[in-house]
């Protein structure tokens, strides 16, 4: 099987990707595979590290609203992702082409549609959040089948051919990984102690960081917890351990990045974290208590709704504005990691939502479909 996949940027899109291609790999150990995105993304950062996965690196760049030059250079950049993109399509030949949002998804999806016409090309794209970005509502005209996490996503499709529900497919370590001393002392940390899982996503947030570190003597005085913060930058790592250190807060433990995070989501006993949809899969999915904070700027608000989804089902709590301003999202923290009750309703809630299966599913949706191109 020849299998391309397009888009990332950010680790909501790339990392429902990666899982994506691992399943097919597992089916097909014969499987050639090609992903395209960005040199800048997190897929050109991680990509390396999989050499079974033939990275191509496009030129493309989303829509700034910033005026009638910058929409210009824009599009132009779009006319070149597009020849970028046939030319892969002449070099690898691909059978099926997944589009898992990004604007760098467009020109290879979209390519991928048109040539479908003539060939036994097939396309699918995958959406991730509760509403969808503008790449996947301009290619759900074309493609042969969209999959979405959520059920309230269907109304951001309506013209699109087929439509499945599948849920947000995570790296299979999530659903595999227990707690364990072993895991605690690789990370430096206490296993009596109750475990703060602290990350922003692909690229950090620095707001986040800044929260912890405003209430580093707040931390330090709660000898019961710690907290494993994740800044997503090896020299703002750095600075911070050595202001901790010079503090002398020893229950924070501070990584640039961290390659299992399946590890880290097993030893949590509650995460913070942006509401990434991607996010939002595994801390569903593993059966976690969240404290959730919207990215303010993301597109079309889409954090904040993602948030609000499982707020309403009492599934996790959320950080408005009102907390971040007031710098009181470590007072939320430790009042909650006391409320044992609190914490296990958020927890159980959580575990009926998430969809273990959906890499699965979607894996049996991309085999069926290509079943019936070949026939």
Known sequence: MKVLVAGGGTGGHFYPGLAILEGLRERHPNLKAVYVGTRSGIEGRILPAYPWIRFRPIRVRGFRRRGLLSDAMTILRLAVGMLEALWIFVRHRPEIVIGVGGYSSFPPVFL????????RIRTVIHEQNVVAGLANRWLARVVDL??????????????????????????????????????????????????????????GSTEMTEQILASKNAIRANDGLQVLLITGDESRAVAIR?????????????????DRMGEAFAIADLVVCRAGATSLAEITACGKA?????WREATD???????????????????????????????????????????????????????????????????????????
């Open 112 to 119: 991928g549609a048109i040539l479908g016409r003539l060939f």
């Open 290 to 294: 969240s404290v959730l904070v919207p």
């Open 146 to 203: 969209v999959m979405v996490s959520f059920p309230q996503t269907k109304r951001s499709f309506p013209h699109a051919r087929r439509l499945v529900v599948t849920g947000n497919p995570i790296r299979e370590e999530f659903l595999h990984v227990v707690r364990s001393e072993a895991i605690y002392r690789r990370f430096g940390l206490d296993p009596e102690r109750r475990t703060i899982l602290v990350f922003g996503g692909s690229k």
């Open 242 to 258: 050595r202001e901790l250190s010079a503090s002398a807060v020893g229950n924070v433990v501070v990584e640039s990045y961290v």
């Open 301 to 375: 608000d889409h954090q904040w709704k993602n948030a609000r989804l499982l707020e309403a089902e009492e599934a996790c709590a959320v950080a408005d504005d009102e907390v971040i301003v007031e710098r009181s999202l470590v007072r939320v923290i430790v009042g909650l990691i006391r409320d044992e009750l609190t914490l296990e309703r958020l927890a159980e809630n959580a575990e009926r939502l998430g969809k273990r299966g959906a890499r699965a599913q979607i894996l049996g949706e991309i085999q069926s479909m290509m079943r019936g191109a070949r026939a």
